[in-house]
């Protein structure tokens, strides 16, 4: 699990992650833009120094295409660079973990990340792990699909996609209940402390009663889907 300092520091992530994805392509569009210029401006000098209009003429048709063959080969290369890191990524072997051995597999990747950076980086957006980040370290690709929630960092089996996203969700509805009401959307007496799904509808922090039961936890108000033995809140 993590606290909420952790879950609202995700900044430095996405930043990088939109320089990697839109850098070159920038990259590609100012270089077109600055071979337009420059043939401009060479087939003017010498229009103006020479006034030579069929040679100005010939050199820009010549120049404009050589830039733009330029450009091609930048992109080419590009993909063929891609093409090979494709490879790589999936030259591993297909393995078989337990869910234990991708737990071991994502602290050792969490503990290796820069100050800022979480292992939520390792969720996709439908919740399910890229273990083409973790191969290294589990040497190999594992045959099956695993889940993490991206609020609390817990990880489930395929078949348990759905309690990742609904502990997501009320995670998120129980922190904004907090803050607006500044207690827990629980009932008094609970020993449990159960989530009550009805206070989060009614303070239009959830649209909908999951189906499953979750529980806040000790932990900065954690919500887990574990049954805890006794009372764990300390409130």
Known sequence: MKSK???HQNTYHSWSL???RTGFKLFLVIAFIIVLLISYKLGTSLANLLVLTQWVTTIGVLTVP???LFIYNLVRSKKNNRKVSLKDEHAWPVIEPSIEDVRKAVRAYSEKLPKGVY???LVR???SINFEQLAPIMKGIPSRKFYMSKE?????NEDEKEIAITIDTVQKAVDLYVKENK???KLQYDPLNRVNYYQLMQAHCLNFTPEIELYITD???LVTHIRPKKNSTGD
């Open 5 to 7: 300092t952790e879950r």
């Open 18 to 20: 939109f320089v990697r």
């Open 125 to 127: 957006e439908d919740n």
């Open 66 to 68: 050589a830039g733009i």
């Open 183 to 185: 207690q827990y959307p």
């Open 152 to 156: 609390t960092y817990d990880i489930f």
């Open 119 to 121: 292992r939520t980086i």
């Open 219 to 221: 932990y900065d108000g």
